[in-house]
């Protein structure tokens, strides 16, 4: 998936209220936060290569 439409994705999750898992485990144990926060640590990250 590229980038862009993931960013985009994740606009949707936040609009209905879906949060997201990070770095999930194979239990799915993960780091859970709200789709925004995690479109925007992406993009963060992101910055760097631009």
């Known amino acids: 998936m590229p980038v862009e439409e993931f960013l ?4 949707e999750l936040q609009t209905q209220n879906i949060h997201v898992a990070a770095f999930p485990t194979e239990s799915l144990q ?10 925007n640590h992406l993009l963060h990250e992101l910055e760097q290569y631009q």
Do not use: P, R
Not at 8 to 11: E, I, K, P, V
Not at 30 to 39: P, S
């Open 8 to 11: 985009s994705w994740l606009d």
């Open 30 to 39: 993960g780091i859970v936060v709200e789709a925004h926060e995690m479109k």
